[in-house]
């Protein structure tokens, strides 16, 4: 069985991008798209994905509140941070207890190893 993944990004070309990533995976695929925090925390309870990648960086609740809280309630799903800025995931170090993996948007063609990593088949 192929391993749900849920995407929260509030930039649709992203959450597209990563759709597409997660196609031509044959073990991996698309459960659900968030388009902020709140949306990602209503989806992942409703999916119950095996991995989740969260934005920085959106609306209504951010990646980092929105990992605390999913965190709380699914301690053991894996979740990566996926930032914009590469400068931004150094200074988030501290925030590797909130969430499993900090990937730099600049460097997306490492996402797909960071998640087979965390979600192995």
């Known amino acids: 069985m192929a391993k749900?993944?849920?995407?929260?990004?509030?930039?649709?070309?992203?959450?597209?991008?990563l759709c597409r990533l997660f196609e031509i995976e044959e073990d991996y695929g698309i459960c659900a798209e968030a388009e902020n925090?709140?949306?990602a925390i209503e989806l992942a309870l409703h999916h119950r994905p095996d991995l989740i990648i969260l934005d920085l960086a959106m609306p209504v609740l951010n990646g980092l509140e929105t990992?605390?809280?999913?965190?709380?309630?699914?301690?053991d799903i894996p979740i990566i941070l996926f930032t914009q800025h590469a400068h931004a995931s150094k200074g988030l170090?501290?925030?590797?207890?909130?969430v499993?993996?900090?990937?730099?948007k600049t460097d997306a063609r490492a996402?797909?190893?960071h998640v087979k990593t965390l979600a192995p088949v």
């Open 4 to 17: 749900r993944i849920l995407v929260a990004d509030d930039n649709p070309m992203i959450r597209k991008m």
């Open 37 to 39: 925090g709140q949306e």
């Open 67 to 75: 990992a605390r809280e999913l965190k709380k309630i699914m301690p």
């Open 93 to 98: 170090a501290g925030f590797e207890m909130i």
């Open 100 to 104: 499993d993996r900090i990937v730099p």
């Open 111 to 113: 996402l797909m190893g």
